[in-house]
């Protein structure tokens, strides 16, 4: 429910970035904060791409992060992590801060200095102080021009939320979540043979991180690479007691392959998008331009965090940038 007519701060996002920003707030003794979430519940990532019972960590691909802020929590399984984080917000007296099933489409710094936010539901435009952006990397999906046959429909996705331990799987794209998706599979552990298929030769829409990880686990033999050939058409295959078929992948080069799963990563509404039309200056591969001290970037007053900054996946490196950025907007806020 949007109780004030203006706020102090007004996030978007409830992942780790958000949830830690709505608590650090509180503890700064800002009490009017929003949260807006697009997704029925916080940590919406996390319910979706986690499988039961998958671990939680704190660092990602062996990269160390300590907490600097007050949030915190303790390395565990998807679901016990939920609970760690139904608890904080319970215990931190913010549970009535987050506003659900709303997706903001545009933030716009008005002539009064103010952030203009606009969500999707009756609300219409929500007024800001200060606003953070926490939205991660996940976008609309495009869809390939080829016809997808009713029959082979389940397994023709455009996430992983189907897919199966040991099954056989063709991941489709050449940009960074393509990479995640492929290598993110790999290191679920869950059996699954993948390989990334990318129409290009090279991949160049991936930035260094992601291409180092899925370059590395190729030559491991952790994944499989098919560049360089597009895909012509996808067909069922019928095996006896097989339901739906499997998917018969025919590439325009006259080769084929039969896989369990399909999982195109083709692109769509990014947040680059969403950063350009709030006024983000964003580099080459699209990272929002910031201050790493204060998290806030070329739009005073306008703060980055989470994913949306790097590509490193980090919760603990979401949690710490929570804490930079509500700090600096605390000082400014006393003026």
Request: hydrophobic share 35%.
């Amino acid at each position: 429910m949007i109780k004030d007519k203006v706020y102090d701060i007004v996030v978007i996002g409830a992942g780790p970035g958000g949830i830690a920003s709505a608590i650090e707030a509180k503890l700064a003794g800002i009490e009017k904060v929003l949260v807006l979430e697009k997704a029925d519940n916080h940590s919406d990532m996390i319910r979706k791409f986690y499988k039961p019972g998958k671990r939680v960590d704190k660092d990602w691909q062996g990269k160390k992060f300590e907490f600097i802020g007050n949030v915190t929590f303790e390395e565990c399984s998807k679901e016990e992590y939920l609970e760690q984080m139904d608890k904080k917000i319970e215990e931190a007296g913010v549970k009535d801060k987050f506003l659900y099933n709303h997706h903001v489409y545009a933030v716009a710094k008005n002539s009064d200095g103010l952030f203009e936010v606009g969500a999707d539901k009756e609300h219409g435009v929500i007024l800001a102080k200060k606003a953070i952006i926490a939205i991660g990397r996940m976008g609309k999906p495009n869809k390939p021009s080829y016809r997808f046959p009713p029959k082979i429909r389940p397994r023709l996705n455009f996430n992983l939320d189907k897919v199966q331990p040991g099954e056989k799987v063709l991941v489709v794209g050449g940009g960074d979540t393509a990479g995640e998706y492929a290598y993110g599979l790999v290191d679920m552990d869950i059996g699954c043979d993948v390989t990334l298929n990318y129409r290009r030769p090279e991949i160049v829409r991936m930035n260094p991180t992601n291409k180092s990880i899925l370059l590395k686990y190729a030559d491991e033999g952790k994944l499989k690479l098919k560049l360089g050939v597009d895909i012509e058409s996808v067909e069922p295959y019928e095996e006896e007691g097989v339901t739906p078929p499997k998917v018969k992948v025919n590439y325009k080069d006259g080769t084929s392959d039969i896989f369990d799963r399909v999982v195109y990563a083709l692109g769509g509404t990014s947040p680059v998008d969403f950063l350009k039309n709030s006024g983000i200056e964003v580099n080459e591969w699209g990272e929002p331009k910031y201050n790493p001290d204060t998290m806030e970037t070329n739009v005073p007053g306008l703060y980055t965090i989470g994913d949306v900054v790097t590509s490193q996946g980090s919760i603990a490196l979401a949690f710490n940038h929570a804490y930079l950025a509500v700090q600096d907007i605390a000082k400014k806020l006393k003026g």
